[in-house]
């Protein structure tokens, strides 16, 4: 069992190649669409997914608390997908999410400029002039979100276990070449290790998830790390009482776990504005 994730440049047919190794696995296929409405279902306003979704966020974006409360559910979405194991998901920065997942394989696909023009000639009948400017926007916005959400640049190709350039390579080839990596490098060890960090991850997204939305505590950046039987609270609060209850409701949900806090205490930071 594995799980396989796909970051893409606008037009170099990463959805299709996405789509044709999730066909040659056998595997659930999930997409923006899928995702989105994941997202919606557990409780972010539709209206507002226009601001994140795959965007870098205009400076009031990036600071209101619908900021924090998108990666959330973003998360959760992507974790809950994985956890079913054998599947294939598009973008979101899935990737990243999942990048300490053993039986996790990701990869980049990528076109050159020219070839992209033409699909976007080709598909929405723009200009040469009006598809470079589309593709650059495109360009621009998706680094944006990657460094906004994840603090990572989404062209550097240590994140991925292979680039593929879809100018280069035949769509059929390339799916043929990532199938073989993945069959080749999946172990029952990895398996196993995935599922466990998988397991950790869910726990602290969970607990994240209602401490921010169930108990409404004012702590920014909220996030939890779980290793060795441990979870530690990061984050920033504006109060040492906020930390105590959320150390407080995180033991009681975790009794199994030590629970610490990592999250700092600054008595004149400022919430995000709604």
């Excluded at 194991?85 to 990737?95: F, K, L």
């Excluded at 490098?185 to 990895?190: D, F, G």
Aim: aromatic share 8%.
């Amino acid at each position: 069992m594995a799980i396989i994730t796909f970051s893409r440049q606008a037009a170099a047919l990463g959805d299709e190649l996405s789509q044709l190794v999730a066909k040659k696995m056998n595997y659930t296929f999930v997409g923006r669409e899928d995702l989105e409405k994941k997202i919606v279902a557990l409780g972010f306003p539709k209206e507002k997914l226009h601001k994140y979704d795959e965007k870098s966020p205009g400076f009031f974006a990036s600071l209101a608390k619908d900021r924090d409360e998108y990666l959330d559910y973003l998360q959760t979405v992507v974790l809950e997908v994985a956890d079913e194991n054998n599947c294939v998901i598009v973008g979101r920065g899935s990737s990243v999410i999942l990048n300490s997942v053993q039986n996790h394989f990701c990869f980049r696909v990528l076109a050159s400029k020219n070839d992209r023009i033409q699909r976007l000639n080709e598909l929405l009948q723009l200009d040469e002039k009006r598809a470079e400017k589309k593709l650059a926007v495109a360009d621009k916005q998706k680094s944006g979100f990657y460094k906004s959400f994840f603090n990572c640049q989404v062209d550097d190709p240590t994140l991925y276990h292979a680039v593929i350039n879809t100018s280069a390579v035949d769509l059929d080839a390339a799916a043929e070449m990532i199938v073989t990596l993945v069959k080749a490098s999946i172990t029952q060890k990895k398996e196993e290790l995935g599922r466990l960090r998988l397991d950790e991850m869910l726990v602290c997204q969970r607990i994240v998830n209602m401490l921010i939305l169930e108990y409404c505590l004012n702590i920014n950046f909220l996030h939890a790390t779980a290793r060795d039987g441990k979870v530690i609270l990061h984050g920033v609060a504006d109060s040492t009482a906020i930390v105590e209850r959320a150390l407080t409701i995180t033991q009681a949900e975790l009794p199994e776990y030590k629970v610490e806090s990592a999250i700092n205490v600054v008595q004149d930071f400022k919430a995000y504005p709604q």
